[in-house]
């Protein structure tokens, strides 16, 4: 069956954009949501919500670690309070925050990492996050999700909002080819099967989902079926969709915009172990960081691209045979 | 609870709450006994006297909000809070034991009417600026409180949150600052000074008490002040004693964290008879 029909992958917003959109239609509707920014609230996209609701919207200055203990406390009084800043502070000069101030007590807190992995391109690696999903994944109780377009990020949103608990959604900084139709369901815990197919499966997040795609048409055209699954819930996971893929096929590929050695693979080997153990193999950031570039070039030279996920599912089924 | 504003009364109730911190420290043989008896007047007088709290409704919303940043010295709070009947007396005991609420630092899962966990120093005073900012948005009259150590002040956090307050105003949040002079290591002058600590609250915008932390109405007269004053936050920077009350411990870098022998248990308790 020829799959490349199925999807245009014509070019969208970035996934920033998406969660600032989303952020003001929540503020709408919810007079709870309150959003804490770092001053980066024009690169973060948290200054459309800004703008709409200035009295709800807190400027914390360049201190994230305050930002994130604020954002604790104005949620422990009752607020669903947002804190956004780029994945690597966020994350990084937060993480001791989010481990006491957020995840140990199981506060409702909400926490935004924008220009995540390595395709930022020209500011370079401080900048970068490539261990942000470890970490998150590292907080007990957080819930994460890495969407990949702009509706399954506006998806995840609402669904942050909703679910009462901590959660960290990824967030990037380019501009992101449309996967979904507005109004596709999303649940915590869930994935998308966005190709079927039997030789082996793809498992994508984030920026990856589109490069899998990609990448399953070139291998339709070899002959080779390649189920691609969407895998935006990063914690919890989707056990069963992962079982049935190593049940079904029999070779898995996990692709992310991430560092290989704590990412959503070893991960979803984990869930493989648990049930189905497979041949797998593995397409993100290789125990390196990366450099400047323009998005294209950097992403191409580490290694993430469908090329890249193809080469991969080739070594699989080879392995496989 | 029966709330009071008599000095002599508050100090009678400092007195149980210090020998209750005695016990539960030496039962659990671990804990910090130095700055629980420093902070004593201060916390009492906050729980008898100035909050707005009801320990039969302790998620009232319009209640006050105290928060023990500096939670290494949570045997002051967990007994004021029993001595208040939040929770109950007879288990101060079992403080840090397996499955005791009197967990070893405080946590929210184990006694939801505390405010915040904290433990790891530098965190609480980012926590309450979230608090007040709640009830300043949903215009209600809660005011919040929090203790921080003096050593605890050394953590940069402390002083991302110092900018943040003043900058948005938020007078209905006071600090206090248990200034014993002690930290883990030894003298805090020693370790890592922090004078002129009044000048450097002052150029961070807030306004500045500065009192003997074991005068009660000292104490009284520094909350009623801070709630006076508008458009900015305010500081107490309360002179204290660290092992204030049992005078082998009194001023002792030794019993930051060391629990008493039951014989010296013995001895402190007939120092608080």
């Not at chain 2, 910090?32 to 998620?59: C, I, Q």
Request: proline share 5%; charged share 20%; hydrophobic share 40%.
């Amino acid at each position: 069956m020829a799959v490349s029909t199925n999807y245009e992958l014509k070019m969208g917003p970035a996934t920033r954009e998406s969660f600032g959109k989303a952020l003001v239609e929540l503020g709408k509707t919810n007079p709870n949501i309150v959003v804490c920014d770092a001053d980066l609230s024009k690169s973060t996209n948290t200054n459309f919500f800004a703008k709409e609701f200035p009295e709800r919207f807190f400027q914390c200055g360049i201190a994230e670690a305050n930002m994130v203990a604020v954002g604790s406390g104005l949620s422990a009084a009752g607020k669903v309070a947002f804190v956004s800043s780029f994945s690597a502070f966020v994350l990084n000069k937060g993480f001791e925050q989010l481990r006491v101030t957020a995840a140990y007590p199981n506060v409702n807190l909400k926490v935004v990492g924008t220009h995540s992995g390595i395709s930022i391109g020209e500011d370079g690696p401080s900048q970068m996050s490539i261990e942000d999903l470890s970490l998150a994944c590292n907080l007990p109780g957080f819930t994460v999700l890495s969407p990949a377009d702009d509706a399954s990020m506006k998806a995840a949103i609402h669904l942050a909002a909703e679910h009462k608990g901590p959660v960290f959604v990824r967030a990037g900084r380019v501009k992101t080819p449309l996967i979904y139709p507005e109004g596709t369901p999303f649940r915590i815990g869930g994935s998308h099967e966005l190709l079927t197919g039997g030789d082996l499966a793809i498992l994508a997040n984030g920026l990856l989902v589109a490069e899998a795609i990609k990448a399953a048409v070139q291998l339709d055209s070899e002959g080779i079926s390649a189920r691609v699954i969407d895998l935006y819930s990063i914690k919890p996971i989707d056990r069963e969709a992962i079982d049935r893929a190593a049940r079904e096929c029999g070779a898995i590929v996990v692709a992310e915009e991430h560092l290989k050695d704590t990412g959503i693979g070893a991960r979803v080997a984990q869930v493989a172990a648990e049930t189905t153990p497979c041949i797998m193999e593995f397409v993100g950031i290789d125990n390196t960081y990366a450099e400047s570039g323009t998005p294209e070039a950097v992403v191409e030279k580490y290694g993430l691209l469908a090329k890249d996920i193809a080469a991969a599912a080739r070594k699989a089924l080879a392995r496989k045979k | 609870m029966n709330k009071t504003s008599n000095p002599a009364d508050l100090a009678e109730i400092s007195k149980r709450v210090r020998r209750h911190i005695i016990e539960m420290i030496t039962a659990a043989k671990s804990g910090h006994p130095g700055g629980s008896l420093s902070a004593t007047e201060l916390v009492v007088t906050l729980f008898f006297d100035t909050m707005r709290h009801d320990p039969a409704n302790p998620k009232w919303a319009d209640r006050d909000h105290f928060i023990l940043g500096k939670g290494h010295a949570c045997p002051v709070l967990y007994s004021t809070m029993a001595e208040c009947g939040y929770t109950p007396i007879d288990q101060l005991n079992t403080f840090r034991r397996l499955g005791s609420i009197y967990q070893g630092h405080p946590d929210v899962r184990f006694i939801p009417a505390l405010e915040a966990s904290t433990g790891s120093l530098g965190q609480g005073l980012s926590i309450g600026l979230g608090m007040a900012l709640a009830a300043r948005l949903d215009h209600r009259p809660s005011r919040t409180y929090v203790v921080l150590g003096d050593g605890e002040i050394q953590e940069g956090q402390v002083w991302e949150a110092a900018m943040f307050a003043s900058f948005h105003k938020l007078d209905n949040l006071a600090c206090i600052v248990d200034y014993n002079k002690i930290q883990l290591d030894g003298f805090v002058e020693d370790i890592m000074p922090l004078e002129p600590l009044a000048d450097k609250w002052k150029s961070f915008g807030w306004h500045v008490i500065e009192i003997n932390g074991h005068d009660i109405p000292a104490v009284q007269a520094a909350f009623a002040e801070a709630a006076t004053v508008k458009g900015k936050p305010t500081v107490i920077l309360a002179h204290t004693v660290k092992g204030k009350g049992v005078s082998f411990m009194e001023n002792n870098p030794k019993w930051h964290g060391t629990a008493p022998s039951k014989e010296e248990c013995e001895l402190a308790l007939k120092e608080l008879a």
